[in-house]
């Protein structure tokens, strides 16, 4: 190993603490980044989420009428189509993939794509 000058010993334990400075900077950031992505990743569990089949407009067994359903995802831009895995806010009804709602939720974004209504967690938002 190779001697170092007193200037490069300074230098590597300026790295060092640098190092460490920044590893442990990076795992507070990382701990937050985490809690919040875990929250996030639960939004997808409070809406409701199904599998669109062949004649079925929205929702299945809650076809109330009303309404008809928006057949395009908001997000993509791309047509809710059969055997898509589609969820419903329950707030504004309105449909979306699953994956693109997932992905928007990831974003840090808790409302609707196009109307902006909250989706709030089912405890709030199911007592009608
Ligand atoms: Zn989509
Ligand atoms: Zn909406």
């Known amino acids: ?3 170092l000058t007193p200037l490069q010993q300074e230098l590597l334990s300026d790295t060092a603490i640098f190092a460490v400075f ?3 900077s990076a795992l ?3 701990c937050l980044h985490w809690q919040r992505r875990k929250e996030l990743a639960k939004m997808i569990d409070y809406v409701s989420s199904y599998t669109r089949s062949q004649g079925q407009g929205s929702g299945g067994a809650s076809t109330t009428g009303g309404e008809p359903a928006a057949e395009e995802c908001a997000v993509c831009l791309g047509a809710l189509e ?8 329950p ?3 309105h449909e979306f993939h699953r994956e693109c709602m997932r992905r928007w939720f990831m974003t840090g974004k808790t409302n609707c794509p196009l109307c902006r209504t909250k989706v709030q967690p089912p405890a709030v938002a199911e007592i009608v």
Do not use: Q
């Not at 059969?82 to 806010?89: H, I, T």
């Open 91 to 93: 707030a504004c009804r």
């Open 28 to 30: 507070v950031f990382w």
């Open 1 to 3: 190993m190779p001697r």
């Open 22 to 24: 920044f590893i442990v």
């Open 82 to 89: 059969d055997g898509d895995v589609c969820c419903v806010l």
